[in-house]
């Protein structure tokens, strides 16, 4: 009821500071436009225009600031071009008219008056509504007895019957209360809906280019990271051993008729090398996509993960068929590289991992009893993550605190 009424409240206070607002743009725009226009061939039109758009954008900044209370969210701020570096005076004076989007906050200086009439009509004629009607009871006795007064009692045929009347108007008061907060969220809409179209839509087209920009830089980036922590491993662990391993072997083929018992250890050796090898290669091949998870699917990739880890993984997924290659790829090395990084650090006895869906957005959440302290700053395991999230437009929550417990969230949308 509280959040009802604060919306109410906000949305009403919009519309009715909405439409004097209108109305001095309106004017001040379409007076400044008009002399400009008039006046431009003699040079004096310029700066006049230029002073009309940075009008009407100080007109666009404060619809924008209502509008973060209307929608409940931020709303972008376009980004007007500076005039270039070193240029004249003229050159600068002139600058706004180079901007498209000041001559959007013109429009909506111009076009914003009749919306916001209608718009101001109807949350003014909704509230007197709805309290002259609440308010019968109180006034409606006294309205009665004033000579020539008929009320609805009397215009419907029930005649001059004022409990009658009350009670009519009492009722519609009732009505009107009972949409009025429609009406005035639906006009608020409407109003709000414009102002986004024409004040804020570049700039949010501008801040979605950024984020995806961002997003594939992170990408770029968590591969290129990957690639290389791949080859080091590679270089410092198997590849090392391998040509150990070829050592050996060579040194065993020189000696075989010599001394066949040195050769036989040499053979142990080499044996029990190959399998240290193997098992240093699997452990790698963690961080590459597995056959399985292509073949059939998440749940069964991460069962498997869950299977290889040291640490027991109660697993539970919630989700059912299939989604594309960089979704499934991205929860499932999100997951292998949380209950590693729980394996190394935690000192957990148990992990659990659930993946769920809430809408349009996979919700994976990685937990363990173990000793906390985790976070994705630079140098630590989980680091890495976030910017393959925001390769997806995925978000990464950590809630690590000291003695425990680990909760990892990653949210990737799938719509």
């Not at 640490?311 to 997924?317: K, Q």
Request: glycine share 10%.
């Amino acid at each position: 009821m509280r959040s009802l009424v604060h919306r109410l409240g906000a949305d009403t206070r919009y519309l009715l500071l909405g439409f004097p607002l209108a109305v001095i743009a309106f004017a001040l725009t379409v007076v400044g436009f008009a002399a400009g226009i008039g006046t431009v061939v003699v040079w004096v039109g310029v700066p006049v225009l230029a002073m009309t758009l940075m009008l009407a954008r100080g007109f666009a900044d404060v619809e924008r600031r209502m509008l973060t209370e209307v929608l409940d969210r931020p709303v972008a701020r376009p980004r007007y071009r500076p005039a270039p570096e070193g240029a004249g005076w003229f050159r600068r004076m002139a600058n706004p008219l180079t901007n498209g989007q000041s001559w959007l906050d013109l429009l909506h200086g111009i076009v914003a008056l009749p919306i916001a009439a209608v718009t101001f009509t109807f949350t003014v004629a909704w509230w007197a509504g709805t309290i002259l009607g609440l308010t019968s009871p109180l006034y409606g006795w006294f309205t009665a007895s004033i000579p020539g007064n008929q009320g609805l009692a009397h215009l419907l045929g029930f005649g001059d019957n004022t409990a009658v009347d009350v009670v009519i108007n009492t009722v519609i008061g009732v009505l009107f209360a009972l949409t009025l907060p429609v009406v005035v969220r639906s006009a608020a809409l409407l109003q709000a809906g414009l102002g986004r179209a024409m004040l804020t839509g570049v700039a949010e087209l501008h801040e979605r280019i950024d984020d995806l920009a961002e997003g594939r830089a992170a990408a770029v980036s968590a591969e290129a990271n990957a690639l290389r922590r791949l080859e080091r491993d590679i270089h410092d662990g198997p590849q090392q051993r391998l040509v150990s391993l070829a050592m050996d072997l060579s040194r065993a083929q020189r000696q075989l008729k010599r001394d066949p018992q040195a050769v036989q250890e040499m053979l142990d050796q080499a044996i029990t090398s190959t399998r240290e090898t193997l098992d240093e290669l699997r452990a790698l091949s963690r961080g590459i996509a597995p056959p399985i998870l292509s073949d059939r699917g998440l749940t069964p990739a991460l069962a498997a993960l869950a299977g290889r880890s040291p640490i027991p993984v109660e697993l539970d997924v919630q989700v059912t068929g299939r989604f594309t290659a960089a979704i499934e790829n991205t929860v499932y090395f999100v997951t292998a590289e949380s209950l590693a990084n729980a394996a190394k650090h935690s000192r957990a006895t148990v992990c659990t991992v659930t993946l769920s869906r809430t809408g349009d957005t996979l919700m994976l959440t990685v937990g363990d009893d173990g000793v906390g302290g985790a976070h994705v700053a630079k140098g630590h395991g989980l680091s890495g993550l976030a910017d393959r999230l925001r390769a997806v437009d995925g978000e990464l929550t950590v809630d690590s605190p000291v003695g425990g417990p680990t909760v990892i969230v990653a949210e990737v949308p799938c719509g």
